[in-house]
Nanobody, 113 residues
Framework: QAQLVEFGGGLVQPGGSLRLTCAASGFPFSNYDISWYRQAPTKEREWVCRATKTGMTNCAEHVKGRFAVSRDSAKNTASLQMDGLIFEDTAVYYC???????WGQGTQVTVSS
């Protein structure tokens, strides 16, 4: 069945980097926009970045310049490169295919010294 699986989360020190990957299966990945969201404890889920099916990308203001999103339709993957991580980036990160109504299970990112 159609699914999204995220991996690459972990514990990182402030100023460090992580690269998250979202692997898609069971649907024609290249036909769909993919977004990254995150949810910190006690907070609402918030949009982070988007990579459209046509290859356009954009990110929320609070991560712009630090995060970058990309996709590889040949591999059915989308990635989120996160640099300059700060404590406030601690959250569970999800990938989402809005037109499919699909969410991944999430991957935890913890920024801590």
């Amino acid at each position: 069945q159609a699914q999204l699986v995220e991996f690459g989360g972990g514990l990182v020190q402030p100023g460090g980097s992580l690269r998250l990957t979202c692997a898609a299966s069971g649907f024609p990945f290249s036909n769909y926009d993919i977004s990254w969201y995150r949810q910190a404890p006690t907070k609402e889920r918030e949009w982070v970045c988007r990579a459209t099916k046509t290859g356009m990308t954009n990110c929320a203001e609070h991560v712009k310049g630090r995060f970058a999103v990309s996709r590889d339709s040949a591999k059915n993957t989308a990635s989120l490169q996160m640099d300059g991580l700060i404590f406030e980036d601690t959250a569970v990160y999800y990938c989402h295919a809005p037109s499919r109504g699909l969410w991944g299970q999430g991957t935890q990112v913890t920024v801590s010294s």
